[in-house]
């Protein structure tokens, strides 16, 4: 089964990204270009697992029940940005200002933790974001003309007090995700960097 974790959005937040996304549309996609993460299925990706064979999912839910030795905190989303970083772009993305060290953190203990099950995890430190949308056909000017519509604020902010566990399946109408454990946030120690 295919699964990550990763950390959850209030309905607060959500209704606030649809926000944003419905003044994104406006501006930079009256061609219906890019294709919106409906902002339900909206999430932090910490550690991606792919693919696992089932009795490697059942250890990972286990662990991924027991609490993080990690102090609650708070995200901030704001900026733009898209991926690459350069070429023709295929994600519209909202980064994370206030919270990012403290996700990469939280990534790195995730790590720590599934390690033993997870063999293939990847070794890059998170680039922390929130994707709003992807590009059914680009042009290179699509990249200056989202960053354009960059107004620099604060879109939201959220507490973050668990990690989710989630398996994901694909299909033709998009990604369906169920949450299979949940591991809460409870510390006084401050993340590691």
């Known amino acids: 089964m295919r699964l990550f974790t990763a950390v959850d959005l209030d309905d ?7 926000v944003e996304q419905r003044r994104l ?12 993460i409906d902002p ?5 990706t910490l550690v ?4 696992v064979a089932d009795a490697d999912a059942a250890r990972i839910v286990e662990l991924m ?15 733009l940005g898209v991926f690459p970083p350069r070429g023709v772009p295929r994600a519209l993305w909202l980064g994370i200002g206030e919270g990012a060290r403290e996700l990469g953190g939280l990534e790195r203990l995730v790590k720590e933790r599934l390690r033993p099950v997870a063999l293939r995890l990847e070794e890059r430190p998170l680039s922390a974001h929130l994707t709003l949308a992807r590009w059914r056909s680009a042009r ?14 604060v879109i939201a902010r959220t507490r973050i007090g668990h990690v989710t566990l989630y398996r994901s399946r694909l299909s033709s109408s998009g990604p369906t995700y169920t949450a299979l454990a949940r591991a809460t946030l409870r510390s006084c120690l401050p993340l590691s960097s």
């Open 12 to 18: 607060v937040v959500r209704r606030a990204i649809g």
């Open 140 to 153: 290179r000017s699509d990249r200056a003309r989202a960053l354009a519509m960059d107004g620099q604020a």
């Open 40 to 44: 339900n299925r909206l999430h932090v």
């Open 65 to 79: 029940t027991s609490d993080i030795d990690a102090p609650p905190f708070e995200v901030v989303f704001g900026h």
């Open 25 to 36: 549309a406006s501006g930079i996609d009256p061609d219906g270009r890019l294709k919106w």
């Open 48 to 51: 991606f697992l792919g693919e």
